[in-house]
């Protein structure tokens, strides 16, 4: 045979696999895979022609020569017989040429069109000879075995195959050999541990004798389109069996040209549900409009004529009659489409809704019932669905906010809409909370009516969320709780002035159930006893924090009144957690049934305050009568110690010689003045002082009380001074500011314990700013700070600002009575000062008082003394003490006045009633039997208003002489006082008045006392 040139396989990896192929050689069977051929037109007839033209040429001209050697023919004849054979030759020859050429040719293109088919095509074709190698292989068969095609060339099925699979194959491969037909079939077989599934056609390969030599196949993976339709049977057989398990009929309806139904499809329940057999209705179903209820069955014709004519859905609820049977509610459903033959097929269910039908129809009356219900209570409801934003209310929604049903579609915003805009907010918050991640609200707004009126909303709702945490739909309620409200207010109204009432008075509520010993108290009475709210109330409880003194009265009180079901009170002491003891008051009334008493109701007060006030009054009494005697003692003695004074200042002027005489008189005026500091000091202790600011050193001051200071706070604490290396000159009553300093030490003493300092401190300070104080803010300026500190047990924070109040007082009972620090916070804010506390628990106490600081020459002009101006002008003196009377008489003489003396009111009316233009100055004592002075000087300036007055008394609590004080018209002169002081006032009250005497002739001493 021939052979064909193999070029090489990288670009063409199939093989011949045609009978034309066989013929040309079967070499390439045997030698790999098909590739791209010479073109036989250039080669193979050129070969053959010029093989024939050569062998041609050789032959002529060797026989010729031969013939011409050998003589046979001339060498003339040989060459011409030689031109035509070479002739000849050479024609035959380009006519072999041609003609194989053009065979070729033909031949090339029938192999590249089985060239192109066979590697085009996705099936796998294959040769294999009658030992089942193969032969050709092309693309598609070493894809689809997942090998290169010129290593299967010359392989059998064992080299693709597992050997079952190879088995298999050979067996049947065999079968067709021998039978010579051709055979379709699948086959299943195993590809490197992979099944696949192969449709295969095999025909017997035969050569030109019609012998079989071999095997040629077509195969195609079907191993997906298998798997499909197993996965078609699963669908199908589960259709088939979810059609049958679902609760309705699932069917093909169908109508013909004619008139005709029938029901190609229908699932079982058929039978059930119309009781009448699927086969009987595969054929003709007109019988299904005989089960339906005569009422309905026309109105179904009417619907399925509709769906026929407009091709749209056919959907209708009927009711079905089955004999013997309840009658039944379905509902069908199906769509239309047009069939070739011009019948329309219906696809689509029956369902039963009987079950159903009737829900609706409780529900129905449940809803009736419930918007009824709702319409009561002014309760509407509503759902929410976000994710399509559809809104719906129910009927009571509408009448809630005055909306129009027929023209208000329910929306989120026509509600948010009607709300009060501070509301508003706060539901716009709540709804955003809620589809973010919240469960619900609970919320009460004020909302606007459409007609204008306002009412209060409970707005309710709940959310509901898929597995994945997504807001599907929102139900909620609103209910109108205005009047609801209105009790709401009303009541804690009521409660707010209870709870006022009671905080008011003190107290609290408590109710005890005799029957469990469990007690409910209001808030206050928690406060009150100073235990915790959480804890669970008894008698037991309260009872513990009474004192051990008055526990056994409280039960056996109780008792009583709960034994002879009559009304309860009690007053006792309890031991407050934070405020130490306290009393309290009880009071409750017994509730009772046939049993007895079952409950006791009432309320307790805080009486603390009062029964201190009671303590404070009933002190105060004793102080008060206490002071009316001190100011009594005192006032008798400032008459004595004006004449004492008054004559020793006399006699000290007089007598110069002997020396002991005078310094007797000195010993004698020393006592004096230490006698009237003392009843100055009396008559501020009862409160009946005359306050006289003067010019003081402040150092001077405490240096003189120092000594009376050191023996009041004892010989177990000591007094220090830190006094200013300079005068601390402050103005202030010298007696008020001894009452203060002594005040501040007295406590610094009941603060300290045995060894402890107490330190008086002086020192002049300036402020560049306001300065802030316990008692006030110091204005900018030059302060003199007395300072009084000790080292005892301190003052809570809390307290300060407290221990200036009257009464108030952090000391045992016995020990005070809460006016010391009261007292001394009055004069230094009278005297226009402030104090400041310093101190801490434990850490001592540091009490600063400010005062302005005074000019020093004032006081040096207050102190100098001067010599003391007389005159000539007429004085009326009037005093019931004869001693002090004579003193004040001869000492006006003295200095040039003219005096009439009298002991009493009556005495100087009567003298002053016969000549009344001749007295120029009433002197008169305050305090006198049968006629004030006050009474007096009224009487006598009736008569002349231009008289002038000077009071002389011992003290000045009589709210007159405060006014007088205050007013400047008329002066005050305080006993004691020397004649010096006097004679000085007497005439500054006449420089002061610019009085100018008329002239008239003196009165002699005889006039006057004959008058």
Same mark, same amino acid.
């Given at each position: ?470 807001? =599907?739909?929102?139900? *909620?309620?609103? @209910? #109108? /709780? $205005?009047?609801?409200?209105?009790? %709401? +207010?009303? &009541? !804690? ?104 008493? =079952?409950?006791?109701? *009432?309320?307790? @007060? #805080? /009486? $603390?305050?009062?029964?201190?006030? %009671? +303590?404070? &009054? !009933? ?393």
């Amino acid at each position: 045979m021939i052979g064909v040139t193999k070029h090489d396989s990288s670009d063409r990896d199939g093989a011949f696999g045609a009978e034309s192929t066989a013929r040309i050689g079967t070499v390439d069977f045997f030698n790999g895979t098909f590739g791209t051929m010479v073109d036989p037109s250039k080669h193979v007839p050129l070969r053959v022609s010029g093989f024939y033209l050569l062998f041609g040429v050789v032959w002529i001209l060797t026989s010729d020569v031969l013939m011409a050697w050998s003589e046979i023919v001339d060498v003339r004849a040989s060459l011409v017989s030689s031109c035509k054979g070479l002739f000849f030759v050479g024609v035959s020859a380009a006519i072999i040429y041609l003609l194989m050429r053009q065979q070729l040719e033909r031949l090339s293109c029938a192999n590249s069109l089985a060239h192109a088919v066979i590697n085009g095509t996705t099936d796998a074709v294959f040769v294999k000879d009658r030992n089942g190698r193969y032969l050709m292989f092309n693309r598609a068969a070493a894809a689809q075995v997942n090998k290169r095609a010129e290593d299967v060339i010359g392989r059998d099925d064992h080299f693709v195959f597992d050997a079952q699979s190879a088995a298999e194959l050979k067996d049947r491969d065999r079968r067709i050999m021998e039978s010579g037909e051709a055979d379709t079939a699948e086959e299943v077989l195993t590809i490197e541990n992979s099944t696949t599934v192969f449709l295969a056609t095999k025909v017997p390969y035969r050569d030109q004798f019609g012998n079989v030599i071999g095997l040629i196949g077509i195969s195609r993976d079907i191993t997906q389109q298998k798997e499909a339709e197993k996965q078609l049977r699963i669908q199908r057989d589960r259709l088939a069996s979810i059609v049958e398990a679902v609760p309705v009929i699932i069917c093909s309806f169908q109508s013909w040209p004619d008139g005709s139904f029938s029901m190609p499809f229908c699932s079982s329940l058929i039978e059930s549900i119309y009781d009448l057999s699927k086969e009987e209705l595969r054929h003709d179903a007109s019988s299904i409009f005989k089960r339906i209820h005569p009422d309905d069955v026309q109105d179904v014709l009417d619907s399925i004529e509709a769906s026929t004519r407009t091709m749209t859905l056919w959907e209708r609820e009927y009711r079905v009659c089955r004999p013997g049977r309840e009658e039944i509610w379905v509902e069908g459903r199906s769509v239309p489409t047009r069939q070739e033959d011009g019948s329309i097929l219906w696809q689509g269910y029956v369902a039963d809704i009987t079950t159903r039908k009737r829900d609706q129809e409780r529900l129905r009356s449940i809803q009736q019932r419930l918007d009824h219900a709702q319409l009561i209570a002014k309760m509407g409801s509503w759902t929410w669905e976000p994710v399509s934003n559809r809104v719906w209310w129910s009927d009571a929604i509408y009448n809630l906010f005055g909306f129009d049903p027929n023209t208000t579609v329910p929306s989120f915003q026509n509600i948010l809409d009607r709300l009060d805009p501070a509301d508003r907010k706060i539901a716009i918050d709540r709804v955003d909370a809620l589809m973010q991640c919240g469960d619900g609200f609970s919320n009460e707004f004020l909302a606007n009516r459409t007609d204008g009126s306002k009412i209060w909303i409970l707005s309710a709702a709940r959310a509901a969320r898929d597995e994945n945490g997504r807001l =599907i739909q929102v139900d *909620g309620f609103d @209910q #109108d /709780i $205005t009047i609801q409200k209105q009790i %709401e +207010d009303e &009541l !804690r109204l009521s409660e707010e002035r209870l709870r006022l009432a009671l905080r008011s008075a003190g107290g609290g509520v408590w109710d005890w159930d005799l029957r469990t010993d469990q007690a409910w108290w209001s808030p206050e009475m928690y406060s009150l006893w100073g235990i915790d709210p959480n804890e669970p109330m008894a008698l037991a409880n309260s009872l513990e924090s009474i004192v051990d003194q008055d526990r056994d009265y409280v039960r056996n009180t109780s008792k009583l009144a709960i034994d002879n079901k009559s009304d309860y009170h009690a007053e006792f002491r309890i031991d407050h957690p934070e405020r130490g003891e306290c009393w309290i008051s009880s009071s409750g009334r017994t509730i009772s049934d046939q049993d007895g008493a =079952i409950r006791l109701i *009432g309320i307790s @007060q #805080d /009486i $603390t305050d009062r029964r201190r006030l %009671e +303590d404070h &009054l !009933r002190q105060s009494q004793k102080m008060e009568a206490v002071g009316r005697l001190a100011g009594g003692v005192a006032h008798d003695f400032n008459n004595l110690l004006t004449v004492i004074n008054g004559y020793c200042r006399i006699l000290v002027d007089q007598i110069t010689e002997p020396p002991d005489v005078r310094d007797s008189l000195y010993a004698i005026r020393d006592a004096a003045d230490r006698a009237t500091r003392l009843t100055r000091q009396l008559l501020s202790f009862s409160r009946k002082a005359m306050v006289e600011l003067q010019v003081l050193d402040l150092n001077q001051v405490v240096m003189q009380s120092a000594a009376l200071l050191r023996k009041l706070v004892g010989q177990e604490i000591s007094v220090e001074l830190a006094l200013a290396p300079t005068a601390c000159f402050i103005e202030a009553d010298p007696i008020q500011i001894d009452q203060v300093i002594l005040n501040l030490t007295v406590n610094a003493r009941d603060a300290s314990q045995k060894g402890d300092i107490v330190t008086i401190a002086t020192r002049s300070v300036n402020f560049d700013s306001p300065h802030s104080t316990t008692t006030g803010t110091l204005s900018p300026g030059k302060y003199i700070e007395l300072t009084v500190t000790d080292q005892g047990i301190g003052i809570l924070e809390s307290l300060q600002t407290q221990i200036f109040e009257p009464f108030f007082s952090t000391k045992e009972r016995e020990k005070g009575t809460g006016l010391g620090l009261s007292v001394a916070h009055g004069i230094i804010a009278q005297s226009g000062g402030q104090i400041d506390v310093q101190s801490a628990p434990g850490k001592g106490a540091s009490f600063r008082i400010y005062l302005k600081e005074a000019s020093p020459q004032t006081a040096t002009a207050a102190s100098s003394s001067r010599a003391i101006e007389g005159g000539k002008e007429f004085i009326l003196l009037v005093e019931d003490e004869q001693a002090i009377r004579a003193l004040c008489e001869r000492t006006l003489r003295a200095h040039g006045y003219q005096v009439f003396a009298a002991s009493g009111g009556s005495e100087a009316i009567e003298w002053f009633s016969k000549s009344p233009e001749k007295i120029d100055m009433l002197v008169t004592d305050l305090m006198m039997p049968n006629m004030s002075g006050r009474e007096l000087a009224d009487a006598l300036r009736s008569k002349k208003p231009e008289l002038l007055i000077l009071y002389i008394s011992g003290y000045s609590d009589d709210l007159f002489i405060q006014e007088v004080i205050r007013s400047g018209r008329d002066t005050l002169l305080q006993k004691p006082f020397l004649p010096g002081e006097l004679a000085s006032k007497v005439r500054e009250v006449f420089d002061g008045a610019d009085h100018e005497l008329a002239p008239q002739d003196d009165i002699s001493e005889q006039d006057v006392s004959d008058q």
